[in-house]
């Protein structure tokens, strides 16, 4: 039985070719980290996306002169140049995820730079299961290293020490990552497009109905009243 029975299955004998797969996910950092209550830091801003998520407490996150009160399960996707810094209010400690990373792919970048929203709210988060899976399966990687001691120190940071298939793994998570967050901006765009048309729609009607009314009253006195909205 064929579980998409919708979909037409190629014959036996047709060659199918997905071609020229050959973008490239771009990872500079992934950081787990904590703040403390009172932590500010000040502005900075990176040349790549930069994708946060909150894992425990809450903060003020600031993006240019926006502020969003960033609570435990949200995530915040913010652009290349975007001025931001975040400063830790709760009595709990402030328990982050983020990655840097960029993409290749020319269309790929145009729905992230279209973006409008950055922040996404737990209630809209929790809505993906391999969201919150690929999360627990790299904060299990990091885990494992730490517990077998595969780790440095830098200034001011814990290196882990990767496996050749861990990295090749965490990219895979980060990946599907980036890809639900691509798929919600996609969505969203649809969705803002659907919005103008009907908004175009209206107003041609209301176009329409003024056009209609000055030639019936070309010798008399029209009313906006006379417009039906």
């Not at 960033?70 to 709990?92: A, T």
């Not at 995820?97 to 790929?108: A, I, K, M, Q």
């Not at 929203?117 to 730490?146: F, W």
């Not at 659907?194 to 010798?219: G, M, Q, W, Y």
Request: net charge negative; proline share 5%.
């Amino acid at each position: 039985m064929s579980i998409v029975p919708d979909i037409k299955v190629p014959l036996p004998d047709t060659t199918v070719v997905f071609p020229h797969i050959a973008n490239t996910l771009l990872i500079q950092w992934l950081h787990f980290g904590v703040f403390e209550k009172g932590f500010s830091n000040t502005n900075n801003n990176h040349k790549i996306y930069e994708l946060i998520h909150c894992r425990e407490g809450n903060a003020l996150l600031w993006l240019n002169e926006r502020n969003f009160l960033f609570r435990q399960g949200d995530w915040m996707l913010i652009k290349p140049g975007v001025r931001h810094r975040i400063d830790i209010h709760g009595d709990q400690p402030y328990t982050y995820l983020s990655v840097n990373f960029d993409l290749d792919d020319p269309e790929l970048r145009i729905v992230l730079q279209g973006m409008t929203n950055p922040h996404y709210r737990y209630s809209q988060a929790t809505n993906h299961g391999l969201l919150k899976s690929s999360v627990d399966q790299i904060e299990t990687m990091m885990y494992t290293c730490l517990h077998e001691e595969r780790s440095t120190y830098d200034s001011k940071n814990r290196l882990v020490q990767l496996t050749p298939m861990e990295k090749l793994q965490l990219q895979a998570y980060i990946l599907q990552i980036v890809s639900i967050f691509i798929t919600i901006q996609a969505n969203e765009s649809n969705k803002e497009s659907t919005r103008d048309k009907e908004a175009t729609h209206k107003e041609l009607d209301i176009a329409n109905e003024i056009a209609f009314i000055l030639d019936s009253n070309v010798t008399g006195n029209p009313s906006i009243a006379d417009i039906p909205v």
